[in-house]
């Protein structure tokens, strides 16, 4: 396995709430946020940090970009043989991108950029780069008032890489940007990850991930459900290896009552049918095929986000719903996540 | 880049934003109006002020003209500074600037810098257009001294209420905030502390608005002290020998070195502190 980049131990920021009383205004309260959260990011690999709204995935990037302040634990960083601790040190080696900026005022793209480089030390040749390398370099005179939320996130992508981030955090990047323009970006990222940064990208939406991302971090009320590989991730949680068939005809009990299928889910409306199992794919085509039934649709089923926080907390959909407006926190980490299977 | 040469940039940058914003561009008949404007109406031979007094320096008529300054000139800075962290903080490059390895006493500094440039280069501006019209009108002009001390306080005041406005915009959530906070601390200096001085002197026995008593004078002036706008007049009064209120000039700029080095640093200590 790569090397360890970035290692957080034990983290933790809880937003501080008016909880103004009689004789102290001011007071305050601990509200949502990251509670001893321990995470490895190792080089060259691409976390995808999964979780609903609410869940802290905005406030761990904050973290490790050293935006927010550390209340308890620590976040050490080993770039080019050297140990960083304070986590303000890390700065030069983060990218960040925030989740929305709105990029405004008479300044152009590349005025814009430029100031940011100045903080950074950066050279106007690499912002030039960048601002190609997005796909800016037609608009790079463009008053940013003019852009497009596309555009602004195109920016926003650029501004990030300033410096040439060893790690490079990307906050919902997906937002705003379009098919095209999304499949560009996930080529980007994983060049970069193939050059040895490591990233991590925020989302909701597991299947933006979906064959991008090596690792997924499953995130809940503040907390780490669970971490690793895709594949293992859905393993532990038992959601690996099920599969959705739809199609029309006869589809008979005997025919899906196989020792090694297990059947998930069955809808059937008229002649149409749809199935979810879990087993030895072809056993069950090759039994489809057989009795002669019309398969329209055949593939493995996608992760979903709600799916996977059912499955690690072991609550229902809507209590999971409820509890991410919560404004305390619920020890999650008392919740098991399902053993090896 | 040094560090400074890379904080000079960032304030250079701020500054020439602001230079040219519809803003500014707005305030400019007003800081006309209320700088030359009032250097123009106290430059009057045939003027009387009340007691039947006539001014008879330079430095005198730039005095009484000051009050321009302090109504117009600080209104600027405050309308100016007012969302320089607070817009940011909204559109969400607050956060891309606090990730940046930039140090943030740092931005601070620059924020500082680049917002007071913005407003004292049109008042100075003007400011010199005062001498300039005050000499022209009664021909008294002002010494060398006197017209450092007149930019040097003039460029005190501005940068007391840019940090106050500054201060207020990395506290406030939204720019309505910010603005509230901003224009309230200069409604409480330029307006309320009339109230507060005449209050503070009832209290304490002393008769108010007696021009002539030496309690209420000693009174009046030891608050000042505790005021940006006093401190300021203070400090005009350095230069104007008729005016003494029992204050020493040390005292004076003590008072001035601490209304400028304390919100300073109450700024930086925020910025270090800040969350997106």
Known sequence: MARVVLALDKVQHRHQLPAPRWFKPWAKRSGPGIVKLSLDLHEGSILGLVGPNGAGKTTLLRLMAGILPLQQGAVSGRFRGETLHPVEDLRPWVGHMPEQVRWQGHQSVVQALTELADMRNVPIKRVLSLVKLVGLSDRSEEVLNNLSQGMRQRLSIAAALLGSPKVLLLDEPFNGLDPVAARAFTDLVKTLASKGVSVVISSHMVGHLNGLIDRVALLHQGQLLDEGPLGEVERRLGLAGRYRAAGTGSLSEDLLQHPDIEVLEHHAEGQAWELTFRGPASTLMVNLMEAAVHVERWGPVEPDLVEWLCAATGMEVDDISLNVQAPSMVPLATVEVGEDE | ?276
Not at chain 2, 68 to 82: D, H, I, K, N, Q
Not at chain 2, 152 to 167: D, H, P
């Open chain 2, 1 to 276: 880049m040094s560090d400074g040469a890379r904080m000079w940039r960032m304030a250079r940058r701020i500054r020439n934003e602001r230079l040219l914003s519809v803003r500014l561009k707005i305030m400019v008949p007003i800081l006309l109006l209320f700088i030359p404007g009032m250097a123009w109406g106290f430059a009057d031979p045939n003027i009387l002020l009340p007691g039947g007094h006539r001014p008879d320096t330079a430095m005198e008529i730039l005095f009484y003209a000051s009050l321009g300054v302090v109504f117009g000139a600080t209104m600027c800075a405050v309308l100016l500074a007012f969302d320089g962290v607070s817009k940011d903080r909204a559109s969400g490059m607050l956060e891309l600037r606090l990730a940046q390895p930039m140090p943030r006493t740092q931005q601070a500094d620059a924020l500082v810098l680049g917002f007071l440039q913005a407003i004292v280069l049109p008042v100075l501006v003007l400011m010199v257009l005062s001498i300039g019209l005050v000499g022209w009108r009664t021909g008294l002009w002002t010494t060398a001294l006197e017209s450092a001390v007149y930019i040097i306080a003039t460029s005190l005041i501005l940068l007391w209420y840019v940090l106050f406005a500054l201060l207020a915009s990395t506290a406030a959530r939204e720019q309505g905030t910010a603005v509230a906070f901003g224009v309230g601390v200069w409604f409480l200096f330029t307006f309320l502390w009339a109230l507060f001085t005449t209050m503070v002197a009832y209290a304490s026995g002393v008769a108010v608005g007696e021009a002539n008593d030496p309690a209420w004078i000693a009174l009046e002036g030891r608050l000042d002290l505790l005021s940006p706008n006093g401190v300021y007049h203070h400090l005009l009064e350095t230069q104007l020998p008729t005016v003494d209120r029992g204050i020493p000039s040390w005292q004076v700029w003590l008072a001035a070195l601490g209304w400028t080095v304390l919100p300073w640093w109450w700024l930086r200590r925020r910025m270090n502190d800040l969350v997106p």
